[in-house]
């Protein structure tokens, strides 16, 4: 995960030279080190745990010239001389939103960024997708459907139950091949100008065609980050190396892993382009805004209503998602009319 961050700075550091930089949660501060190496005129690594007085001997220890300065306190409490240009932080938790600094780095950005200046990660979106877990399944259940030759299965049902209602998670690596439908994107935040009610509650109604026959045990959810922020100069713009930092299944793993919930279900199995539904959300404590508790529920495809667009492949909604598409193939053809329209209409004038 560090490397994304390193690519992201080094590898656009024309943005950094000469800029005055907020790193929230500095940490180690490597990542402030990675904004110094890019030029950075200034950075403020902002720390609020004890382990401020390891980052101050890390900092003595590389910075020579005095550019990174350390500060003890959380980043939407202390006061600095002048406003920002860029906020940098790893501020993501589990399912991206889980014992994260999310809610910080808003009230930070709001306090301490310029009005024109860059958020490092630019974006945020969370992913999720039906998953089999033949080897959870196996530890979990399966051992307990005889116990000394008795059927001890409903401890194991009694105890998934238990876990869902209390929104409790596991945290596992999960393969790619165990995906058993094509993830689908829950939610996205431009951190540029998301705001704190935004990220209170997420709710979420999805169905999906299975792609390969398997059982559904769970529901795998990620989430990906992107240095990808918006330029008005076409200039910068072209010359951005966007980079991508992915907690996927299909992608290295990382610490975050990925977070599956399990569905203590008897009527697990599923053919190719069978449609199941869920109905998620994640709603921040209250007692503790960086923890979120998970709630799910699953829909009867047949029976309850879909969002539109839908994925799905029942009859109409495939077919609104291909009145759609034509729609936007016309919308774009359109623009491209238009475009050309205005480039004849000044090539005439100039001539």
């Known amino acids: 995960r560090t490397e994304a961050y390193q690519k992201a700075i080094l590898e656009n550091a024309e943005l ?14 490597i990542l402030s080190m990675f ?4 030029g950075a005129k200034k950075v ?21 010239n005095g550019i990174v300065e350390v500060i003890h306190g959380k980043a939407e409490e202390i006061d600095l001389p002048v406003k920002v240009d860029i906020i940098i932080s790893e501020w993501m938790g589990f399912y991206l939103v889980h014992e994260s600094m999310l809610d910080s780095v808003i009230k930070a950005r709001d306090k301490h960024l310029q009005d024109d200046g860059l958020m490092f990660p630019s974006h945020a979106s969370i992913y999720i997708a039906p998953v089999q877990l033949d080897r959870y399944m196996e530890d979990n259940i399966t051992y307990w459907q005889s116990v000394y030759g008795f059927n001890m299965t409903p401890v194991a049902q009694r105890v998934l139950e238990d876990k869902l209602s209390g929104g409790a998670p596991e945290i596992m690596i999960v393969e790619n091949e165990q995906l058993l439908a094509q993830p689908e994107r829950v939610t996205e935040y431009d951190l540029r100008w998301v705001q704190l009610d935004e990220v209170t509650a997420v709710k979420d109604k999805k169905f999906v065609s299975i792609s390969k026959q398997g059982k559904v045990d769970g529901l795998a959810v990620w989430f990906k980050v992107e240095f990808s922020p918006l330029f008005y100069d076409e200039d910068i713009s072209e010359t ?3 980079v991508v930092l992915d907690t996927g299944p299909e992608a290295e793993p990382t610490h975050w892993k990925q977070t599956v919930i399990i569905l203590p279900r008897s ?3 599923v053919e190719e382009d069978e449609v199941i539904g869920w109905e998620l959300s ?20 047949a029976v309850d209503e879909h969002p539109v667009p839908c994925a799905c492949k029942i009859a109409r909604c495939a077919l609104f998602a291909a009145l759609m ?3 936007e193939r ?15 209409i000044l090539a005439d004038n100039s001539s």
């Open 35 to 38: 904004c110094m190496q890019a």
């Open 16 to 29: 950094f030279k000469g800029k005055t930089v907020m790193d929230i949660g500095a940490g180690s501060g």
């Open 44 to 64: 403020y690594a902002v720390e609020a745990s004890p382990m401020v007085k390891l980052l101050r001997e890390i900092i003595e220890a590389n910075d020579e």
């Open 282 to 301: 994640m709603v921040q404590s209250q007692e503790n805004p960086r923890h979120y508790e998970l709630g799910l529920g699953m829909l009867d495809p």
């Open 267 to 269: 009527d697990s199995e």
């Open 330 to 344: 016309e919308m774009e053809d359109l623009e491209e009319i238009r475009e050309d329209d205005v480039d004849s």
């Open 240 to 242: 951005f190396h966007k």
């Open 325 to 327: 598409e034509k729609e």
